[in-house]
């Protein structure tokens, strides 16, 4: 099993920037994709970037051009990297990762980004 955590989250003004982070750990399995995804209030959790374990990336429209997924094999941790943020931004934001020949699936407990207009 592996446990995700994430930090990095907080309250930043429009325009501003944030540096999320999601540490694996609790297995020896490498990790295949790894993503970040959000939920505001009243709304459905929807993804935002993935990663692949060869740094392959994919964006939500919504953030192309502002946030940039990356990872580091060795410490099997992923960032995101957060730019020119919005009000709309605002969610709980989860990291996710895929995880051996099974292709299980862990999440992170969430990190709250909040921006103030």
């Known amino acids: 099993q592996v446990q995700l955590v994430e930090s990095g989250g907080g309250l930043v003004q429009a325009g501003g920037s944030l540096r999320l982070s999601c540490a694996a750990s609790?297995?020896?399995?490498?990790?295949?994709?790894m993503g970040w995804y959000r939920q505001a209030p009243g709304k459905q959790r929807e993804l935002v970037a993935t990663?692949?374990?060869?740094?392959?990336?994919t964006y939500a429209d919504s953030v192309k051009g502002r946030f940039t997924i990356s990872r580091d094999n060795a410490k099997n941790t992923a960032y995101l990297q957060m730019n020119s943020l919005e009000p709309e931004d605002t969610a709980v934001y989860y990291c996710?990762?895929?995880?051996?020949?099974?292709?299980?699936?862990?999440w992170g407990q969430g990190t709250q980004v909040t921006v103030s207009s």
């Open positions: 990663i692949t374990r060869g740094g392959i990336t």
């Open positions: 996710n990762a895929e995880y051996g020949l099974l292709r299980r699936v862990s």
């Open positions: 609790g297995s020896s399995v490498s990790l295949n994709i």
